[in-house]
Nanobody
Framework: VQLQASGGGSVQAYGSLRLSCAAS????????VGWFHQAPGREREFVAA????????VYTDSVKGRFTISGDSAKNTVYLQMTILKPEDTGVYYCAAHYTGFSSSIAEEENRYKHWGQGTLVTVSS
């Protein structure tokens, strides 16, 4: 599966953005799709993930209540709706996917994800 991330941009604090991760090559059925954030000068960190079959979601604590991950099966696309953005949300956001089949697990470790899109830059100013 190939992934294409888009939707980044520059916003002021408390603003909103919606990132998109469009998949091609095959349906996302049986996959978990995650978003990861790499702040300037820091390592990449897990943000949120969606298990395509069943719609189960996981979020890191810092984005709970602010970010929402969702999927559109008709478009084979996963979205990350980001609200109440903070300057510390600045960085490059990557989407990634790994195949789990019928497993219910949702990985947060990036080495579990085998397919990666290019990043999209989000800049939040105070």
């Amino acid at each position: 599966v190939q992934l294409q991330a888009s939707g980044g941009g520059s916003v002021q604090a408390y603003g909103s953005l919606r990132l998109s991760c469009a998949a091609s090559g095959r349906t996302l059925s049986g996959y978990v799709v995650g978003w990861f954030h790499q702040a300037p000068g820091r390592e990449r960190e897990f943000v949120a993930a969606l298990r395509w079959s069943g719609g189960y979601t996981v979020y890191t604590d810092s984005v709970k209540g602010r970010f929402t991950i969702s999927g559109d099966s008709a478009k084979n696309t996963v979205y990350l709706q980001m609200t109440i953005l903070k300057p510390e949300d600045t960085g490059v956001y990557y989407c990634a996917a790994h195949y789990t089949g019928f497993s219910s697990s949702i990985a947060e470790e990036e080495n579990r994800y085998k397919h990666w899109g290019q990043g999209t830059l989000v800049t939040v100013s105070s």
